[in-house]
C-alpha cells in the first residue's frame, strides 16, 4: 500500500556529505502521518542496518550510535518526504541506503518494517 522512493546517493570522498531523499506515497491517497520512517543501509553479504527513523506526525527520532553527531533526519510531512544529511561520511559509511515505513511506531530495526523502497547507493572514497 505504500511506496517508498529514494534519491540522493552518489560517490563523495571521505569528510564530505550528502543528502538523500525519500518519498512515500499511498496507493489509495490516505495519510501518512501515523507512519515512522526510517533508513537502513546494507552491505553486500551483511545485514540491514538501522541508522535512523522519525515519525511523521510527531517529528520524534531516533539513530544508531555510529551516526549520532553526523547524520541527521527530518521529514516534510506536507510532501510525503523524509531526508537524511550525512555530514563527515567515512568510508565504512559505503552501502545501499534504503528507506522503509511502518504504522504506528518507530523503530530502529529492520524487522519492525513492511514497506521498502529499492535502495540508493552511496559511495565514500578517495
Known amino acids: 500500500q505504500v511506496q517508498l522512493v529514494e534519491s540522493g546517493g552518489g560517490l563523495v570522498q571521505p569528510g564530505g556529505s550528502l543528502r538523500l531523499s525519500c518519498t512515500a506515497s499511498e496507493a489509495r491517497g490516505r495519510s501518512l502521518d501515523f507512519y515512522g520512517v526510517g533508513w537502513f543501509r546494507q552491505v553486500p553479504g551483511q545485514g540491514r542496518e538501522g541508522i535512523s527513523c522519525?515519525?511523521?506526525?510527531?517529528?520524534?527520532?531516533l539513530y544508531a550510535d555510529s551516526v549520532k553527531g553526523r547524520f541527521t533526519i527530518s521529514r516534510d510531512s506536507a510532501k510525503n518526504t523524509v531526508y537524511l544529511q550525512m555530514n563527515d561520511l567515512k568510508p565504512e559509511d559505503t552501502a545501499v541506503y534504503y528507506c522503509?515505513?511502518?504504522?504506528?511506531?518507530?523503530?530502529?530495526?529492520?524487522?519492525?518494517?513492511?514497506?521498502w523502497g529499492q535502495g540508493t547507493q552511496v559511495t565514500v572514497s578517495s
Open positions: 522503509a515505513a511502518v504504522w504506528g511506531k518507530i523503530a530502529i530495526m529492520s524487522y519492525e518494517y513492511d514497506h
Open positions: 522519525i515519525s511523521m506526525s510527531t517529528g520524534n527520532t
